[in-house]
């Protein structure tokens, strides 16, 4: 036990001093304060949302969809997509749509901007014992000034989610075309 205590002392410094010394070769001195700034977060806690990752929907999304837990699916989101006046009703929207507990999931897409992945959209297919679905879902790391993307960004800003079948039928590969929550029931909904 003590051996794993005096591991553990040393990882974050460690972390920290190869982010550090690893970005400033690539002279990315403002990357590299957001990726200290980030590791910071993600050990002392001070972001809930600061320990998003590429996995994020396997290890956070999906638990909350199939436990039926609405205020950790909500809890993801970033702030600015939680102050939208329909976020509450979409969210429940979303749970009603979703049925059954998941029993594979698949990433069929990816797309991430920068080093550090401060943004990335993401494609699923689940199946459930009840269904299968595709669900599309954007997220943003890291805070990243010179491109617009401030705090209030950080977490989940969109997911998109219809049934497996119609977006076969449609043809369907789209992103969320903004931030929110979006269910799309029919073929009409996919052209718009």
């Known amino acids: 036990m003590k051996k794993g205590k005096h591991i553990r002392k040393y990882i974050l410094p460690c972390t920290l001093l190869s982010a ?5 070769g690539c002279q990315a001195v403002g990357t590299a304060a957001d990726m200290v700034r980030s590791v910071v977060e993600i050990a002392t806690g001070a ?13 956070q999304i999906l638990p909350a969809l199939d436990a039926g837990d609405r205020e950790a699916f909500k809890s993801m989101f970033c702030d600015d997509t939680a102050a939208l006046p329909d ?7 979303f749970f009603t ?13 990816a797309y991430e901007s920068g080093m550090l992945s401060e943004y990335m959209e993401k494609n699923y297919n689940v ?7 595709s669900v599309s879902l954007c997220f943003t790391l890291l805070e990243n000034e010179e491109k617009g993307l401030d705090e209030g960004r950080i977490g ?6 219809l049934t497996s079948d119609l977006a ?12 929110g929550i979006f269910i799309l029931y029919d073929i009409g909904d996919c052209r718009t």
């Not at 976020?87 to 929207?93: M, P, Q």
Request: include cysteine; charge should be negative.
């Open 127 to 133: 199946l459930t014992d009840k269904g299968s679905y």
């Open 168 to 179: 076969d039928e449609a043809q369907y590969t789209q992103w969320p075309p903004e931030d």
């Open 87 to 93: 976020f509450d009703e979409k969210a429940d929207e």
């Open 156 to 161: 989940l800003n969109s997911i998109l989610i």
């Open 20 to 24: 550090s010394l690893c970005l400033s």
């Open 97 to 109: 749509f979703y049925q059954g507990t998941s029993t594979s999931v698949q990433c069929t897409a």
């Open 47 to 59: 972001n809930p949302r600061a320990h998003m990752t590429g996995t994020v929907f396997e290890d």
